[in-house]
Antibody, heavy 125, light 107 residues
Framework: EEQLVESGGDLVQPGGSLRLSCAASGYNFSDYWMDWVRQAPGKGLVWVSRINTDGNSANYAGSVHGRFTISRDNAKNTLYLQMNSLTAEDTAVYYC??????????????????WGQGTLVTVSS | DIQMTQSPSSLSASVGDRVTITCRASRTISRYLNWYQQMPGKVPKLLIYAASSLQSGVPSRFTGSGSGTDFTLTISSLQPEDSATYYCQQSYATPRTFGGGTKVEIK
């Protein structure tokens, strides 16, 4: 059974840093792009970042570009999110998600088919 | 960035009702549209991909339709376990973007 388990969430002061980890199991981790999605308390889902299978290409939401870095270690089946210069607006549950490409009738839509349980990041003094 | 707008933001309906949620993209996204369900206190779950294809294990009362900029998620006969927030998400371009969500409550 596919499983994603995040860790690393914590209370951190504004301007601080944190590194999240996501351990994948039950499938061939290196075959899939991986993403991070966050959800502030009581709010909606917001996409944060994605990384390709080899780990040499990444994309970021504008709100985190230049502050967050996504990476992966395929030998360890682990996804990471390094978060720097944190602000209160970064307070959220961070989900590690597997991106799967679904192709039908000439359309290949990438959906998030497996989600971790989430890890809470709180930025506050 | 492609903006995704859902309506309504919330609704209340009775068991057995037909429920429709709309999602509009700020520019054409073909059929690169997915729907998710998030039950209270739970992790989101993929319901529909490529606008109209049902994810494995999802009940057939859920249907998706649309292409271009306008999409619809329909629950044909609302059940108590469908009480949740539903999100659309485009996969046409990066950054991926979600709609603001539609909270469905049971009367």
């Amino acid at each position: 059974e596919e499983q994603l388990v995040e860790s690393g969430g914590d209370l951190v002061q504004p301007g601080g840093s944190l590194r999240l980890s996501c351990a994948a199991s039950g499938y061939n981790f290196s075959d899939y792009w991986m993403d991070w999605v966050r959800q502030a308390p009581g709010k909606g889902l917001v996409w944060v970042s994605r990384i390709n299978t080899d780990g040499n290409s990444a994309n970021y939401a504008g709100s985190v570009h230049g502050r967050f870095t996504i990476s992966r270690d395929n030998a360890k089946n682990t996804l990471y999110l390094q978060m720097n210069s944190l602000t209160a607006e970064d307070t959220a549950v961070y989900y590690c998600v597997r991106a799967r490409e679904y192709c039908i009738h000439g359309v290949c839509s990438v959906g998030f088919d497996h989600w971790g349980q989430g890890t809470l990041v709180t930025v506050s003094s | 960035d492609i903006q995704m707008t859902q309506s309504p933001s919330s609704l209340s309906a009775s068991v057995g009702d037909r429920v429709t949620i709309t999602c509009r993209a700020s520019r054409t996204i073909s059929r690169y549209l997915n729907w998710y369900q998030q039950m209270p206190g739970k992790v989101p779950k993929l319901l529909i991909y490529a606008a109209s294809s049902l994810q494995s294990g999802v009940p057939s009362r859920f249907t998706g339709s649309g292409s271009g900029t306008d999409f619809t998620l329909t629950i044909s006969s609302l059940q108590p376990e469908d009480s949740a927030t539903y999100y659309c998400q485009q996969s046409y371009a990066t950054p991926r973007t979600f709609g603001g969500g539609t909270k469905v409550e049971i009367k």
